[in-house]
């Protein structure tokens, strides 16, 4: 049959197929790759109906008018959604203002002045300071950052657990991801414009600010908004830091305690009555939890059309 | 008239040669760049003061008594209190992230690098992977909380444990991670030349036989440092543990591995949030000792992946 298909006596298409036991290995291994590949398309389902599915037992069992009351305080049934709006934002905006100049900054010293050396060398701080567990910053943030930060500068009769605090710590803890995400982005700019830009004349410092910054600015928006979407989820600090246990009135002073949406899943699930229960308070989580995913996708989405347009351009 | 212009001219020739060849320094410029390592040198004087302020309560809780901490388990009375169980979680969630979230990623970044062609459900594949490394660890959380605690509760830890066992937490987690090791496994294959491929097929080889004996050996170190990262992300994640129930009361332990699967469980950073929301002075100090350990155990696993990416790091 292999000679019919290669005429002549020579070496078909057929004959190189390999053995059929071979064959039934490769689809073997490639079944197992696909598997792999789809259980995540299967995990996002499962993220999408475990919140929806919670969330509309939320939004079918409370009165529409507790949404937009006086605070969150689930136990007494006010899910005033703005409190927690409102404090997220403030972490975020916090947390950008030390994550946006500081990462910024080190993206460009690592990636336009940084000799190969001392930039192996500088990296890897930035990188340790991304591993610090959440949990840890939390803690740093309460032992340090508000008595010795926040206190000193606004004043002792600051309390200790603010929103203040904890957006500082949060911000500590996205400026290695911005700075990295930045970094690559200037990375990418190609020499040749860095070249042309010596070539009249410019300073390292001109080249740096008006030709590097302006091609990266693609992707340093994509690592800005990167950023927020991290700050907007984080929870272990707010949920230490922020002082919203239990329940927050509605405010927008930053020097208080204030709840955003993680710390307000994480009390309704470490509450006096757990994890598990029937009443709103607890199908309320998966409806904040929807608020921030959905939050959060949009964010991500955002700076993936970012990136996206960094990478036609070269 | 004309000898003016010829001393202009001359002046401005004059200005032109010593701004190309003087040495004024460009004093600006160089202020730029020092205050730019300034933001480098403050991530550092973050890490070194939370690193001291931490060990400066820690270390002497530790000699007086880390014997007995180490030993003892969790407890309302901070002389009894330690992190025997702490440790253990910690490790068994270590296991589950080693056997689930980074064989399956690495198979799903195989499938997606060699084997998956640009059609629209790679596309949607890819799209997919990328959204969900995004998602906010607590939302993971929230959703073992739904399938692995109240969907599949009789299988994950039946009785009174209610769902909320060692087996939830640790497939929940490793779902977390899953993508991060998906996408740097990618990165690491991507980065392997297809001329090696090419050899590979040139000789006759199947698919998976290219990709077994020429890709991963290349990829391998890229791959692991993915592997090495996301378990140190694992190991230190707090929000979707608690999600799940990681308990911060008592708890029962007899048995190895398996027989813990369908227990309740803590882990090291559940405790330091246990300890750090008590008022008791004991407990704050316990806290801090807890973090020494649990950092000491990150930067440790994220000193391995730094320094394999710096042995192994190669431009084709």
């Known amino acids: 049959m292999a000679q019919?298909?290669?005429?002549?006596g020579g070496v078909g298409a057929i004959d190189l197929r390999g053995t059929p036991s071979r064959r039934r290995r490769e689809r073997r291994m490639k079944a197992v790759f696909f598997s792999a590949a789809f259980l995540c398309i299967v995990l996002s389902i499962a993220i999408v109906g475990s919140l929806a599915g919670g969330a509309v037992q939320f939004l079918s069992n409370v009165e529409f008018g507790t949404l937009w009351s006086s605070g969150w305080f689930p136990r007494r049934n006010l899910f005033d959604l703005k409190t927690l709006v409102a404090g997220t934002i403030m972490v975020s905006v916090i947390a950008m203002i030390v994550a946006t100049p500081v990462g910024l900054g080190a993206a460009i010293y690592l990636s336009e002045y940084a000799s190969p050396r001392r930039r192996r060398l500088l990296k890897p701080i930035l990188e340790t300071l991304a591993s610090v567990p959440s949990v840890v910053m939390a803690f740093f943030a309460l032992r340090f950052i508000s008595p010795e930060i926040v206190q000193r500068f606004f004043g002792?009769?600051?309390?200790?657990?603010?929103?203040?605090?904890?957006?500082?710590?949060?911000?500590?803890?996205?400026?290695?991801?911005?700075a990295s995400v930045a970094e690559d982005a200037m990375?990418?700019?190609?020499?040749?414009?860095r070249e042309a830009s010596a070539g009249i004349g410019a300073r390292k410092r001109t080249t740096s600010i008006r030709v590097v910054f302006p091609a990266a600015v693609s992707g340093i928006s994509a690592a800005l908004i990167l950023g927020i979407s991290r700050a907007i989820g984080e929870t272990m600090i707010v949920a230490i830091v922020a002082g919203g246990t239990g329940g927050s009135l509605f405010s927008l002073d930053p020097l208080k305690g204030g709840q955003t949406m993680t710390a307000a899943i994480t009390s309704l699930a470490t509450g006096s009555d757990q994890v598990r229960g029937t009443g709103p308070a607890y199908y309320s989580l998966f409806f904040v939890g929807l608020l921030l995913f959905l939050f959060t996708l949009a964010l991500n989405l955002l700076s993936e059309r970012f990136v996206r347009r960094v990478r036609t351009r070269y | 008239m004309a000898t003016r212009v010829t001393a202009a001219e001359s002046a401005a020739v004059a200005q032109v040669r010593r701004?190309?060849?003087?040495?004024?320094?460009?004093?600006?410029?160089?202020?730029?760049?020092?205050?730019?390592l300034l933001t480098l040198i403050l991530a550092l004087a973050v890490l070194i003061v939370l690193l001291l302020d931490v060990s400066r309560t820690a270390v002497p809780v530790l000699l007086d008594e880390g014997g007995?901490?180490?030993s003892s388990g969790l407890s309302t009375l901070p002389e009894n209190a330690g992190i025997y169980y702490g440790l253990i979680g910690t490790l068994y969630l270590g296991i589950f992230v080693l056997v689930i979230a980074i064989p399956l990623g690495i198979a799903a970044a195989i499938y997606l690098e060699e084997y998956a062609r640009d059609t629209r459900l790679t596309r949607l594949f890819t799209t997919n992977i990328r959204n969900l490394a995004g998602v906010p660890a607590i939302v993971?959380?929230?959703?073992?909380?739904?399938?692995?605690?109240?969907?599949?509760?009789?299988?994950?830890?039946?009785?009174?444990?209610?769902?909320?066992?060692?087996?939830?937490?640790?497939?929940?987690?490793?779902?977390?991670?899953?993508?991060?090791?998906?996408?740097?496994?990618?990165e690491a294959l991507r980065a392997v030349p297809s001329s090696i491929r090419e050899a590979g097929f040139g000789v006759g080889a199947t698919r998976w036989e290219v990709v077994r004996s020429h890709v991963l050996p290349y990829a391998a170190p890229g791959i692991l440092t993915g592997a090495v990262l996301s378990m140190a992300r694992a190991l230190g994640e707090t929000a979707p543990l608690i999600m799940v129930g990681a308990v911060t009361g008592f708890l029962s332990t007899s048995g190895g591995f398996l027989d813990q699967l369908q227990q309740r469980f803590t882990s090291l950073p559940t405790l330091v949030f246990a300890y750090v929301?008590?008022?008791q002075e004991e407990f704050q100090d316990l806290a801090a000792a807890t973090i020494l350990v649990l950092i000491v155990f990150i930067f440790v696993v994220n000193l391995g992946a730094i320094l394999l990416r710096n042995r192994y790091e190669r431009k084709w």
């Open chain 1, 4 to 8: 019919s298909v290669a005429g002549g």
């Open chain 1, 187 to 193: 990375h990418a700019v190609p020499n040749a414009l």
């Open chain 2, 277 to 279: 929301k008590k008022p």
């Open chain 2, 140 to 186: 993971y959380g929230i959703m073992g909380l739904g399938v692995f605690v109240v969907l599949l509760g009789p299988i994950t830890g039946p009785g009174s444990v209610e769902g909320k066992s060692l087996l939830a937490g640790g497939l929940t987690i490793s779902l977390m991670v899953m993508p991060i090791v998906i996408i740097t496994a990618q």
């Open chain 2, 68 to 70: 007995r901490i180490f």
């Open chain 1, 156 to 178: 002792s009769d600051v309390p200790l657990f603010n929103i203040t605090a904890a957006g500082l710590a949060v911000g500590l803890l996205v400026t290695p991801l911005v």
């Open chain 2, 19 to 36: 701004e190309l060849s003087g040495r004024r320094t460009d004093v600006r410029g160089i202020v730029f760049e020092l205050v730019l």
